[in-house]
């Protein structure tokens, strides 16, 4: 099966479509913390016992500038700083169950948000969606070809 010359563009237009629905979900609800804050949370929901310079890595910014986003977020309650039982000296970066609530009620309105635009489409395609998704994250997780100019290591 050829590929239609315009179907990068259709998943680009796809994309941020899909960024706008999960936008307007997330927008609905008044929680006073922003974009950058929600995805400091998700991060360090996803990565348990994440300290700031692990957080600063995962979001590529200097370790000041993660540790002023913990402060905002430990000041509204959503972050908790706590030593490291097997190293004092290191702190790790808990949510907290306030921080926990908030993201799994973003998920739940996000879900929502994305199952209405589903539900507006025959349901034959969204299984032929779901099969292209799947397909689509199976390719992505996959190692780029190397090619012959991009194949030599890197050097700093």
């Known amino acids: 099966m050829e590929r ?3 179907l990068a563009a259709a998943i680009d237009a796809a994309a941020e479509a ?7 979900a997330a927008s609905r609800h008044s929680v006073g913390v922003s974009p950058t804050q929600l995805r400091v949370l998700s991060l360090i929901m996803a990565h348990p016992d994440t ?3 692990r957080l600063a890595e995962l ?22 700083r ?4 097997r190293d004092r ?12 609530t908030l993201l799994r009620e973003l998920q739940d309105r996000r ?5 209405a635009v589903l539900d507006r489409m025959p349901n034959r395609v969204q299984h032929e969606l779901l099969l292209a998704l799947v397909a689509f994250s199976q390719a992505a997780a996959m190692p780029a070809p190397q090619t012959g100019s991009h ?5 700093a």
């Open 51 to 53: 300290n700031v310079n």
């Open 59 to 80: 979001l590529d910014v200097v370790p000041s500038s993660a540790s002023r986003l913990c402060d905002r977020l430990e000041a509204v309650g959503l972050v908790r």
């Open 18 to 24: 899909l960024v706008g629905v999960l936008d307007t």
């Open 89 to 100: 000296r290191e702190v790790r970066l808990m949510p907290t169950a306030a921080a926990e």
């Open 82 to 85: 706590v030593a490291d039982p």
């Open 151 to 155: 194949s030599a290591a890197r050097t």
């Open 4 to 6: 239609p010359p315009n």
């Open 111 to 115: 879900h929502q948000a994305v199952q």
